[in-house]
């Protein structure tokens, strides 16, 4: 395929896209991730409000556009079905020390 690039050029863009890539989180990385421990989440006409709760007693409210939300439930439903979620017995975690989002949240989300 032609794109007006040297060969020479496209090796050398290749190697700087490479090196502004960010690292791939390893395993101590992940050991320092916050981890999600309970959700509310409310839809409205917008998309979809999360309340996130951390185990570090935090919580982060989110909101998530109208494609962002139909992408997600797509992704969630087909994993569950695919991998089998629902079978391994995966409960609701405890949220009520988190608040219930609601529409009047949008402009802090």
């Not at 395929?1 to 700087?16: F, N």
């Not at 006409?45 to 998530?64: A, C």
């Not at 991998?83 to 949220?95: I, Q, S, Y």
Request: with cysteine.
């Amino acid at each position: 395929m032609a794109t007006g690039y040297s060969q020479d050029q496209l090796d050398l863009m290749d190697d700087v896209l490479e090196a502004a890539a960010p690292q791939v989180p390893g395993p101590e990385d992940r050991k320092r991730a916050y981890t999600v421990s309970a959700m509310k989440v409310s839809g409205t006409d917008l998309g979809v409000l999360l309340n996130l709760g951390f185990r570090k007693g935090e919580s982060l409210l989110v909101m998530l556009n109208c494609v962002v939300s139909r992408e997600l439930i797509i992704s969630l439903t087909l994993g569950s079905l695919v991998h089998g979620w629902h079978l391994r017995g995966a409960g609701v975690a405890c949220a009520d020390h988190l608040q219930d989002p609601s529409p009047d949240h949008l402009s802090t989300a």
